[in-house]
T-cell receptor, first 114, second 114 residues
């Protein structure tokens, strides 16, 4: 069984400030890791994914994440946020046996204020 | 390429009724997954279909069912609706449904049960 924990339910941040969203996972097998973003009244959009290789992953819209196997973490960062980054962010995991199944964290609501 | 489409976008039903939701995947994608999103339970995996076969299933009662057609379009059905079935139902498609595949999400169907 696998689980995903997003450590912050809400993160307030000022425009142009950096933000870090924390994600920890547990799994008995190797996993693939994803970060998705959901804007109001929309579906989910992939920001970035870690499958293998370099532990620092760069995604869209200036986001990046670092995979840490020893700490079973996959934290998402952005050095300077915009108002348009206000959204809900989901960390998700899957493995080679989980056909079509993503296990999601509870989500982190990011609120960017001027 | 057109994205994942879901119809209808909004639906209001009463307890005891049944409902059918439709999902058209991205052209060429053969895997379709369904998720339920609620404020209390978050994003939960319902099931996944590939080449008209259900390959994976989440922990939902038998009132939740689905199918996939030869053109990869998928439908999910909920019978004997309960108030707790009110949710956003998201469909996602991917090429093969493998754990490493990115899933592309539709905008969702918002179901309200009165």
């Amino acid at each position: 069984a696998q689980s995903v924990t997003q450590l912050d339910s809400q993160v307030p941040v000022f425009e142009e400030a950096p933000v870090e969203l924390r994600c920890n996972y547990s799994s008995s097998v190797s996993v693939y890791l994803f970060w998705y973003v959901q804007y109001p009244n929309q579906g989910l959009q992939l920001l970035l994914k870690y499958l293998s290789g370099s532990t620092l992953v760069k995604g869209i819209n200036g986001f990046e994440a670092e995979f840490n196997k020893s700490q079973t973490s996959f934290h998402l960062r952005k050095p300077s946020v915009h108002i348009s980054d206000t959204a809900e962010y989901f960390c998700a995991v899957s493995n080679t046996d989980s056909w079509g199944k993503l296990q999601f964290g509870a989500g982190t609501q990011v609120v960017v204020t001027p | 390429k057109a994205g994942v489409t879901q119809t209808p976008r909004y639906l209001i039903k009463t307890r005891g009724q049944q409902v059918t939701l439709s999902c058209s995947p991205i052209s060429g994608h053969r895997s379709v997954s369904w998720y339920q999103q609620t404020p209390g339970q978050g994003l939960q995996f319902l099931f996944e279909y590939f080449s008209e076969t259900q390959r994976n299933k989440g922990n939902f009662p038998g009132r939740f069912s689905g199918r996939q057609f030869s053109n990869s379009r998928s439908e999910m059905n909920v019978s004997t609706l309960e108030l707790g079935d009110s949710a956003l139902y998201l469909c996602a498609s991917s090429p093969q449904g493998a754990g490493s595949n990115e899933q592309f999400f539709g905008p969702g169907t918002r179901l309200t049960v009165l």
